[in-house]
Nanobody, 130 residues
Framework: QVQLVESGGGLVQAGGSLRLSCAAS????????VAWLRQAPGKEREFVAA????????YYADSMKGRFTISRDNAKNTVYLQMNSLKSEDTAVYYC???????????????????????WGQGTQVTVSS
């Protein structure tokens, strides 16, 4: 089992920055990929970014490239999402999710699907005011 707890959400003005954190416990953190997904009111959950278990590969949704950066610190069992140049359309609940497949590095399309992830955090609200 894996437990995930997000933090760092809040209210920010357009153009501002936030850093989200996802603290993991349970199974060995360094063995699995972790992703951020988000869900805005009335919309489906969508992929934001993913990082493989070893941190060597990172994937981003097209609309986040150049603005968001995902990273992980396996010593601290934590994954981060640095979000810069925030826009009002980034307003959503952001979820941290983990893939149960140990030591696995998938393709870009593998990480894009919400069905890939077996464990989910409770989410953290990000609101960007225009």
């Amino acid at each position: 089992q894996v437990q995930l707890v997000e933090s760092g959400g809040g209210l920010v003005q357009a153009g501002g920055s936030l850093r989200l954190s996802c603290a993991a416990s349970g199974r060995t953190f360094s063995t699995y990929a972790v992703a951020w997904l988000r869900q805005a009111p009335g919309k489906e959950r969508e992929f934001v970014a993913a990082i493989t278990y070893n941190g060597l590969s990172k994937y981003y949704a097209d609309s986040m490239k150049g603005r968001f950066t995902i990273s992980r610190d396996n010593a601290k069992n934590t994954v981060y999402l640095q979000m810069n140049s925030l826009k009002s359309e980034d307003t959503a609940v952001y979820y941290c999710a983990a893939d149960a497949r140990a030591w696995y590095s998938g393709s870009r399309t593998y990480y894009y699907s919400p069905t890939t992830y077996d464990y989910w955090g409770q989410g953290t609200q990000v609101t960007v005011s225009s």
